[in-house]
């Protein structure tokens, strides 16, 4: 057990890897074999992720050095920096292990029926188990070179996924956008790390941040990296491949493209708190970001309201939902060198703003898998041709209002438990900000409620009186991330705590991210 | 100050490939010149690394028959491939995704074969 522990870092990266490239061999012995296949080795790997977790809730920060006599050495003797190439798993990490492991397992399930009868399914395996592994690997990465590396493995898959069914033209449109995008942010980042290094001669996060100087160059390299990853995270203005990109790709992977959003939120907050952190002015800094999210919250908002694409119009609630965490956040960055405002509200914004990160994704998994159950049965995404769905399709129904219910912020469901956190403590910071925040979310109500009766309510149309419900495997996956949101909403206290909180203080506090490969060195 | 030029030139001409690579992609329309404007900055990129790694007086770092004096230390290098083999990959995809789409709307520019508005 010990070994397995140490060793899972590694593991939870290979695995996906290894299976990625071994499903088009399984293929070969059927379908059925490949399907078995996938869900086993995933399931292994949900299982080293949670022992990891649960070791990481206890002991505290993992480090994985590769080729290593033990892997927790990461300063081989007489040696002052790191060499190796390592992995560095804290809070924070682990946290997005998690959101992006559950959201991968349901929406694996939820393609086991999906996907059946179209062609090419043992590449959509390979390209999901790849997409993984570059996600698990951005977050466990200890090193700047390698978050280069899984950007861009993240990225391909995620394109490629996108462009998954090649015969529609707005399919291959939304990949190649996302292609693009996802080229210059990475090669954008690698430019910033190569100024980082000829400076520091190292690339170890940990290490970079205790040599790190701040620099002219260092703030090209941070102007660099915040515009790169703010582009893959689909903030405004850089928010345009979202919405083509969430709405042609397949169903499965629509919340796994949107999980990678947040990785590269992830990578974001790793280099403005544990990088820069302490050197960068924190309260301009921590303006720009608030300035982001209320812009991406209510541009997001306003484009999402009068779309008739139902798909469309979720991308852009995932846009407004993005400016949420980025204003938690940002507010908690712009008090951080004020103990006494940071112990008051600043800290409650950062896990409001974090916890928001695995609410937002689990609903809004929930409700892309519900619009592409309705485009699975009626082949359409246009809200304005459904009508009466929720007659034929009664758990799809169900699903789409506990997903619309948790992204307004309702009760017992657990947008509400993150956005109440959100919105104390940004009041405390500035009003304005908070009522903004109130009023986007009431106008995302209105919009889902309206969708809610154009598609589900109203008069049986006869186009679709034949309609069945969805097979069983697509409610399954739909059913783990709905028990998951009524769970957090009824639970928010014991989520924070066990989760959140760790992760926040991992972000806030970088001494023990360096010191773990620095040693503790004053 | 001109006994530094020659130092300072790939990393001139780095910003130069990476000036025009922005160009091309902020401005031209038609897909396959983003796509090749899109090496131009992975070049760009590849050639600071480079750059970065060169140490006057420096010996490759290859441990057999190595003549006397400082080696370089090869981790650009190293940097370097793998940027390129992932570029590779890249490039592929979009040219794959290029083909599809002239295939579907008969046009690579890239506002004639749009579809995905508003």
Redesign the interface.
């Known amino acids: 057990m010990d070994f397995l522990v140490t060793n899972s870092p590694a593991l939870i990266v290979a695995l996906p890897l290894l299976a990625a490239f071994a499903i088009p061999l399984v293929n070969r012995a059927g379908p059925r074999v490949r399907d078995i296949f996938s869900l086993v080795i995933f399931s292994l790997i949900a299982f080293f992720v949670a022992i990891l977790a649960v070791d990481i809730h206890s002991v505290g920060i993992h480090v994985y050095t590769f080729g290593a006599t033990a892997a927790e050495l990461a300063l081989p003797g007489g040696y002052m920096v790191p060499v190796r190439i390592m992995f560095e798993v804290d809070g924070m990490s682990i946290f997005m292990g998690i959101i992006v492991t559950t959201v991968t397992l349901a929406a694996l399930i939820y393609s086991l029926h999906f996907m059946k009868g179209q062609t090419g399914q043992a590449r959509f395996y390979s390209l999901m188990m790849l997409l993984y592994a570059g996600m698990m690997g951005l977050a466990f990465t200890g090193d700047m ?1 390698n978050l ?2 899984f950007l ?1 493995i993240a ?2 898959a995620g ?2 996924l996108a ?1 998954y069914r ?1 015969n ?3 399919a ?5 956008k996302y ?2 995008i ?3 942010s990475a ?1 954008l980042v ?2 910033a ?2 100024i980082l ?2 400076q520091y ?1 190292v ?1 170890s996060i940990a290490a970079l941040a205790y040599y790190m100087q701040y620099t002219p160059l260092d703030m090209i390299a941070l102007g660099l990296l915040a515009g790169a990853l703010v582009m893959k995270l689909a903030g405004v203005p850089l928010h345009m491949w979202a ?2 990109t969430y ?2 790709a397949p169903a499965g992977t629509t919340p796994m493209i949107l999980a990678a959003s947040y990785i590269s939120m992830y990578a974001l907050y790793r280099v403005t708190f544990t990088l820069y952190g302490g050197l960068i002015n924190t309260t301009a800094i921590g303006w720009v970001v608030i300035i982001v999210g209320v812009l991406s919250m209510f541009v997001g908002v306003m ?1 999402a309201v009068h ?1 008739t694409d139902i798909k469309r119009m979720m991308a852009y609630h995932a846009i407004s939902q993005g400016g949420y965490m980025l204003l938690g956040v940002g507010v908690c960055l712009a008090v951080i060198t004020d103990p006494v405002a940071l112990a008051s509200y600043g800290r409650d914004a950062m896990n409001g703003g974090v916890f928001h990160i695995i609410n937002h994704v689990f609903y809004k998994a929930l409700l892309f898998m519900t619009a592409e159950a309705i485009f699975f049965r009626i082949g359409t995404r246009d809200t304005n041709k459904m009508g009466g769905l929720a007659r034929n399709m009664k758990w799809t129904a169900g699903f789409y209002i506990i997903g619309a219910l948790a992204i307004s912020g309702i009760p017992p469901f657990n947008g509400f438990a993150s956005k109440l956190l959100i919105y104390e403590s940004v009041l405390k910071f500035s009003p304005v900000l908070s009522v903004i925040a109130m009023f986007v979310s009431l106008v995302t109500l209105a919009s889902f409620a309206k969708v809610f009766y154009s598609a589900f309510t109203g008069p049986p149309m006869p186009a679709y009186k034949e309609v069945k419900e969805v097979p069983k495997s697509m409610i399954i996956g739909m059913s783990i991330l709905a028990v998951l949101i009524i769970f957090f909403g009824l639970f928010p206290g014991l989520i924070v705590d066990t989760i959140v909180a760790p992760a926040t203080n991992a972000l806030i506090d970088q001494a023990p991210y360096i010191n773990a490969v620095m040693g503790a060195v004053p | 100050m001109m006994e530094h030029i020659p130092l300072n030139f790939p990393f001139l001409a780095a910003a130069l490939l990476a000036g025009v690579a922005f160009y091309i992609i902020i401005f031209k329309r038609n897909l396959i010149k983003l796509i090749m404007g899109i090496a131009m900055l992975a070049s760009a990129v590849n050639l600071f690394l480079v750059a970065l790694g060169y140490r006057a007086g420096g010996n490759a770092p290859i441990y057999t028959d190595v003549p006397p004096g400082p080696m370089v230390l090869p981790v650009p290098q190293a940097l370097t491939l793998t940027s390129i083999v992932i570029n590779v990959a890249v490039l592929a995809l979009m040219l794959t995704m290029v083909v599809h789409i002239y295939r579907h709307t008969g046009d690579i520019d890239s506002e004639k074969s749009r579809k995905l508005k508003g």
């Open positions: 070179f280069f590396v861009e990225s391909i394109a490629a462009a090649t529609k033209a707005d291959i449109e939304g990949g190649f292609i693009v996802s080229a210059v090669l690698l430019f790390i190569g290094y000829a001669n690339l919405p083509d709405t042609v484009m779309q």
